[in-house]
């Protein structure tokens, strides 16, 4: 059992081997590779969404792409870059197809019927539940109808460097432009933030 | 007024993304204007206010309720997947290499008649074919084909126009004993594509049945049986598959698969059942994984089943030994 105990802890098995083993139909090495990111994905998805349903939705997307072009993956770029590229691009073309929902849910604030379209703080958060009850409530809810006004490349970059604290070349490099293109993305982003919370902020 | 170039730099330099050039740039502009400072300190002053802002952290129960549903879209793109690969790889062993050079000299002849049907055929003959396929209710009403799912991608009512996607399935009739690699490898991708749990139950079976597995279907029959062990919604197609993974070797797929068990199953009988599958006296005196210590240890003193309790107690000390 001691020279396979590394074997059974996918956890120390580099990405390569997980991928390799992936490829060869190793339905519990591509489980192992989702789960040792998609904890950051669903988060990127969620603060880009802010509505559990679109965050799911996406996150479903962006796996089911990486299990489908997992194959044609070469070992150019990082597994992690493919994969926030992936998520970037799903979050972007998501947002065009479910604007109308994401807004009505931001700006309303209320579920319907069936629960779709809950604020996701409400469904998937116990912890934010404690922590929220310590904020501002009047800063939150500001903060989200500012997010809303950006256009969704603004808030993908804004949440992205700010919230997700990646860096700007590695922004450029999962949204595939340049880092001049990322920059102007996030002064704009500022911009447009300073003016919606003008109040607060003074 | 400052330049928009300036507010950028003092952007980055609160993101830290200038180069130390830069950096000492606007650190020299700071400085000596005001106005830069006034700047600065309203850009941070949105940084204080987002600061308060907690936006959501995925939670655990979240993430576990989203990585189910993705195990159910992966079933289902397995299920596309495999099918044609699945029908594709057993012609190909079947026929296809017995027959190489016959195959070859058929192919031939067929692409000679598509060439030749392709420069002399006249349009007449083209629309009629085309009008027969779907007057008659198109020719997969002449085949077994079954469509599902179909998608309307765009309709027009200007010119009648349609697109549209669906999903051809035609049903296939294979015979052959459970020991050939062939139907085992049907049957490892049905345990984890088929929707219905009688099957999965029945396959689970008759993988159980085998008498010899095939080294070549091995890995991949495991693979499966840990899947559904781990993953399958039914309680009897999991048991199953835990009495069939009986006939491999316990490696540490198995013992991985069984500490999940241990530790996720909500069924007391499974539980039960993983718990007992492991003979610990042959690990006695062995190099044991951490993670099958540490569970054990949390059985013995947690599980909510007396049993387990006091079988987890008793494999705790004999590993230890």
């Known amino acids: 059992m001691s020279d396979a105990n590394n074997k059974s802890d996918w956890a120390e098995v580099d990405d390569r081997s997980l991928i390799l083993s992936a490829k060869d139909g190793n339905v519990g090495a591509f489980e192992?590779?989702?789960?040792?990111?998609?904890?950051?994905?669903?988060?990127?998805?969620?603060?880009?969404?802010?509505?559990?349903?679109?965050a799911k939705d996406i996150y479903q997307e962006v796996f089911v792409r990486v299990y489908k072009g997992l194959g044609k993956f070469e070992f150019r770029s990082e597994f992690s870059t493919w994969l926030y590229r992936i998520t970037t691009n799903v979050c972007l073309t998501h947002r065009a197809k479910s604007k109308k929902h994401m807004h009505s849910s931001l700006e309303e604030g209320h579920d319907d019927d069936d629960g779709h379209g809950a604020h996701l703080g409400d469904t998937i958060i116990d912890e934010r539940a404690t922590d929220q009850a310590m904020v501002n409530a009047e800063i939150s809810e500001n903060v989200d109808k500012a997010l809303g006004v950006l256009s969704p490349r603004q808030r993908l970059v804004f949440t992205l460097r700010h919230f997700e604290g990646h860096k700007l070349r590695e922004i450029a490099v999962m949204m595939s432009c340049s880092e001049g293109t990322v920059k102007k993305y996030l002064f704009t982003a500022t911009e447009k933030m300073r003016m919606q919370l003008k109040d607060l902020l003074e | 007024m400052i330049k928009q170039s300036v507010r950028e730099m003092l952007l980055l330099y609160l993101y830290d993304?200038?180069?130390?050039?830069?950096?000492?740039?606007?650190?020299?502009?700071?400085?000596?204007?005001?106005?830069?400072?006034?700047?600065?300190?309203?850009?941070?002053?949105?940084?204080?206010?987002?600061?308060?802002?907690?936006?959501?952290?995925?939670?655990?129960?979240?993430?576990?309720?989203?990585?189910?549903?993705?195990?159910?879209?992966?079933?289902?793109?397995?299920?596309?997947?495999?099918?044609?690969?699945?029908?594709?790889?057993?012609?190909?062993?079947?026929?296809?290499?017995?027959?190489?050079?016959?195959?070859?000299?058929?192919?031939?002849?067929?692409?000679?008649?598509?060439?030749?049907?392709?420069?002399?055929?006249?349009?007449?003959q083209e629309n009629n074919s085309l009008f027969r396929q779907t007057s008659s209710g198109s020719t997969f009403d002449q085949s077994e084909s079954q469509l599902m799912n179909v998608r309307f991608l765009n309709q027009s009512s200007d010119d009648g126009s349609v697109e549209l996607t669906f999903d051809a399935v035609t049903p296939m009739h294979v015979k052959g004993t459970t020991n050939d690699p062939r139907i085992t490898q049907i049957l490892a991708r049905a345990l984890v594509n088929e929707r219905n749990p009688g099957v999965r139950l029945k396959t689970v079976s008759a993988i159980s049945?085998?008498?010899?597995?095939?080294?070549?279907?091995?890995?991949?029959?495991?693979?499966?049986?840990?899947?559904?062990?781990?993953?399958?919604?039914?309680?009897?197609?999991?048991?199953?598959?835990?009495?069939?993974?009986?006939?491999?070797?316990?490696?540490?797929?198995?013992?991985?698969?069984?500490?999940?068990?241990?530790?996720?199953?909500?069924?007391?009988?499974?539980?039960?059942?993983?718990?007992?599958?492991?003979?610990?006296?042959?690990?006695?005196?062995?190099?044991?994984?951490?993670?099958?210590?540490?569970?054990?240890?949390?059985?013995?003193?947690?599980?909510?089943?007396?049993y387990i309790r006091i079988r987890g107690n008793a494999a705790f000390q004999e590993v230890r030994k």
């Not at chain 2, 951490?290 to 949390?298: H, N, R, S």
């Open chain 2, 209 to 306: 049945d085998q008498t010899k597995l095939q080294p070549s279907t091995e890995k991949e029959v495991k693979a499966s049986l840990i899947a559904v062990l781990k993953y399958d919604q039914n309680p009897g197609v999991r048991k199953e598959a835990l009495k069939a993974l009986q006939k491999f070797p316990v490696d540490d797929d198995i013992v991985e698969g069984i500490l999940f068990v241990l530790k996720n199953e909500k069924n007391t009988g499974m539980r039960i059942a993983a718990i007992n599958f492991l003979d610990f006296s042959k690990l006695s005196g062995q190099s044991v994984d951490k993670d099958l210590l540490g569970m054990l240890k949390e059985k013995m003193q947690s599980d909510e089943n007396n």
């Open chain 1, 32 to 54: 192992q590779l989702v789960q040792k990111y998609d904890r950051k994905v669903f988060s990127i998805a969620s603060l880009y969404v802010q509505s559990s349903e679109d």
């Open chain 2, 17 to 124: 993304e200038l180069s130390s050039d830069d950096r000492r740039s606007v650190e020299r502009l700071l400085s000596t204007s005001a106005e830069c400072r006034a700047e600065l300190d309203g850009l941070k002053k949105l940084h204080q206010t987002l600061a308060q802002y907690k936006p959501a952290v995925v939670g655990d129960r979240a993430l576990d309720e989203v990585r189910g549903e993705l195990r159910v879209a992966i079933r289902h793109e397995r299920l596309r997947k495999s099918f044609t690969q699945t029908i594709s790889d057993f012609l190909a062993e079947s026929v296809f290499s017995q027959y190489k050079l016959a195959f070859g000299g058929v192919a031939t002849i067929a692409v000679g008649f598509l060439l030749g049907y392709a420069v002399f055929y006249s349009p007449m």
